[in-house]
């Protein structure tokens, strides 16, 4: 079993920025792909950014040159930079670990609001 938790959310203005964190634990075997999802009220659970298994990186055109996404595979965490926030951006947002031959894992989210 694995567990994460997101943390980092929270009420930033437009045009702000916020890192968002995803701190794993249990058996966290490697090779493993990570990844950033969101969901808005009334929306479906959207990618926003993912890691894979083999460090290729893949971004929602939405968030293309605004958010960055990155991993630090010695403290299992996963990272997501955002900056330029807008107020479409507000959704909960979601960690998620693939462990290849493995399981699939979510985190429980963390709000973010982009409002003035």
């Known amino acids: 079993q694995v567990q994460l938790v997101e943390s980092g959310g929270g009420l930033v203005q437009p045009g702000g920025s916020l890192r968002l964190s995803c701190a794993a634990s249990g058996s966290v075997f490697s090779p493993n792909a990570v990844g950033w999802y969101r969901q808005a009220p009334g929306n479906q659970r959207e990618q926003v950014a993912v890691?894979?298994?083999?460090?290729?990186?893949r971004y929602a055109d939405s968030v293309k040159g605004r958010f960055t996404i990155s991993r630090d595979n010695a403290k299992n965490m996963v990272y997501l930079q955002m900056n330029s926030l807008t107020p479409e951006d507000t959704a909960v947002y979601y960690c998620r670990r693939t462990i290849v031959g493995g399981g699939d894992y979510w985190g429980q989210g963390t709000q973010v609001t982009v409002s003035s």
């Open positions: 890691i894979g298994s083999a460090g290729t990186i």
